[in-house]
């Protein structure tokens, strides 16, 4: 029995973890997050040509403009959305585009 399937089996029981222990473990899940996530980008650079930016990263890298902003822009064809399953992303590039030629408005 795995230590997952302990926890759901016997979620009241008490372990004892030497706290070494337990840094070294939330290193090796971290590093696996790491590698996931990265995995997952290349794919989409793989399948879209560009590296996709989260919605939110992307009014990050814009100055946090409010969503509606992002709305209108995607309605004006002035940045264009990449729709995955529920989520939304933008290519990086047409960020960096925006970015670069200082086509960004105050909205």
């Known amino acids: 029995m795995n ?10 029981i008490f372990v004892s973890v030497r706290l070494g222990d337990l840094l070294d473990a939330n290193e090796r899940l971290a590093r696996k997050v790491r590698e996931e996530v990265e995995a997952e980008q ?3 650079r793989e399948r879209y040509g560009d590296y996709l930016v989260p919605k939110k990263e ?50």
């Open 3 to 12: 230590i997952m399937e302990l926890a759901k089996t016997c979620p009241d």
């Open 58 to 107: 992307a009014r990050r890298m814009l100055g946090s403009p409010d969503p509606s902003t992002l709305w209108r822009w995607e309605k004006c064809g002035y940045l264009a959305p990449v729709k995955i399953g529920d989520r939304v992303y933008y290519r990086e590039s047409a960020i960096n585009a925006l970015i670069d030629n200082k086509t960004i408005k105050n909205s």
């Open 42 to 44: 290349q794919e989409r």
